[in-house]
């Protein structure tokens, strides 16, 4: 699937990315911190939620859709794990998949 994905927004600058990685806050023990990245794994969407108990039992979307502006560079070290991850999400989820 192409980054790219101005069919479903009309926004050419839209960009789809896919959950990557999921962690706890070090500093907060109620946020959860979701990385999303696009399929080449250079640029990523970073997302904090906040758990309002540790019974809490919303659901996680394998993507999104998200303006081009809002993404970082992500570091080098982290490139070929992000790019391989989002790849398996996309090959095994359909994007409106949630986990």
């Known amino acids: 699937m192409s980054t790219v994905d101005s069919s479903e927004t009309g926004d050419s600058d ?16 109620n946020i959860v ?21 540790f019974t809490d039992e919303r659901e996680t979307p394998v993507s999104q859709t998200v303006s081009a502006d809002d993404l970082g560079r992500t570091d080098e070290a982290d490139r070929e794990r992000y790019a391989a991850e ?10 409106d998949d949630t986990v």
């Open 33 to 53: 911190i979701l990385v999303y990245a696009d399929e080449t794994g250079e640029r990523y969407f970073r997302k904090e939620r906040a758990l309002t108990s």
């Open 14 to 29: 839209s960009v789809r990315v896919w959950l990557v990685e999921r962690t706890y806050g070090d500093d907060e023990l």
């Open 86 to 95: 989002a790849d398996r999400m996309a090959d095994t989820h359909d994007p």
